[in-house]
């Protein structure tokens, strides 16, 4: 159940994300509130996740994962562009995190 909260935590920290840059610097309503109950919730599933796993991981996890995610989703809806460097940077992150689930005692119990 703990990588449900992580999964889950990640998702709202995303959306909230994605709001984030919708709400045009808090001065549209409905991003703003978006970005602000999204982060709660987010937390709220993140505070859960960390009952039961190091904080570190924890947050390599929910960091990198949602870098990667918010790294697509400026690609693909805002248009950013994404160079060589910047994949081969994500990339790397995604490893990372590949390494850390599969290999790591540290995340399982």
Same mark, same amino acid.
């Given at each position: 159940?703990?990588?449900?909260? *992580?999964?889950?935590?990640?998702?709202?920290?995303?959306?909230? %994300? %994605?709001?984030?840059?919708?709400?045009?610097?808090?001065?549209?309503?409905?991003?703003?509130?978006?970005?602000?109950?999204?982060?709660?919730?987010?937390?709220?599933?993140?505070? *859960? %996740?960390?009952?039961?796993?190091?904080?570190?991981?924890?947050?390599?996890?929910?960091?990198? %994962?949602?870098?990667?995610?918010?790294?697509?989703?400026?690609?693909?809806?805002?248009?950013?562009?994404?160079?060589?460097?910047?994949?081969?940077?994500?990339?790397?992150?995604?490893?990372?995190? *590949?390494?850390?689930? *599969?290999?790591?005692?540290?995340?399982?119990?």
């Amino acid at each position: 159940m703990v990588y449900a909260y *992580l999964v889950i935590a990640v998702a709202f920290e995303v959306v909230a %994300t %994605t709001a984030l840059k919708a709400s045009d610097g808090f001065t549209r309503l409905w991003p703003s509130a978006v970005t602000v109950i999204g982060y709660g919730v987010a937390f709220y599933f993140l505070a *859960l %996740t960390l009952r039961l796993l190091p904080i570190g991981i924890v947050y390599a996890i929910w960091s990198g %994962t949602g870098i990667v995610f918010l790294a697509a989703i400026g690609w693909f809806v805002y248009r950013q562009s994404l160079d060589a460097p910047a994949i081969f940077g994500l990339g790397l992150i995604v490893a990372g995190i *590949l390494v850390i689930n *599969l290999f790591s005692r540290t995340v399982s119990h």
